[in-house]
């Protein structure tokens, strides 16, 4: 016996999963339009602080040499952090939009489509932890 989505022992989700989401209901592309704007906020954060981290090494250099020390050459790292992780939210800003227009492009037109996967998440997530501890190792060399 299927339990009716009017029942009030079955639990809120459980009842949209026995009579199904409808494609259809606007509240599944708006849903999917809010998942764009949060990884689009995510790619320009990602770009925007990859623009500071990169210039964080010309103010290096400028504090040295207003305090008259020599400027090593190991402060061009922040630059490549930085290059990287500007790189990184464009790509996060391509394969975002990809996404969405293939998932709102599936849904007009009727298709079955499958919950998104968390790989997307677990990649950038790995990316910026790779590039945070790349930044840890270059303000401990710089010191």
Do not use: K
């Not at 079955?10 to 606007?26: C, E, H, K, L, N």
């Not at 210039?55 to 250099?61: E, K, M, P």
């Amino acid at each position: 016996m299927s339990a009716s989505p009017d029942d009030p022992t079955v639990p809120r989700d459980a009842s949209r999963a026995v009579r199904g989401i409808d494609p259809r209901d606007p509240r599944v592309l708006m849903a999917a339009e809010r998942t764009l704007l949060a990884w689009i906020r995510t790619g320009l954060a990602m770009m925007g602080f990859g623009f500071v981290v990169a210039r964080f090494g010309l103010f290096l250099r400028q504090l040295a040499a207003a305090a008259g020390q020599e400027v090593s050459g190991s402060q061009t790292h922040s630059l490549w952090i930085g290059v990287a992780l500007v790189a990184a939210g464009v790509w996060v800003l391509l394969i975002s939009a990809v996404h969405h227009y293939r998932y709102t492009r599936a849904l007009n037109a009727g298709e079955h489509v499958s919950p998104p996967r968390a790989l997307f998440g677990l990649t950038v997530s790995l990316i910026l932890a790779l590039l945070g501890v790349a930044m840890a190792w270059y303000l401990v060399a710089v010191g």
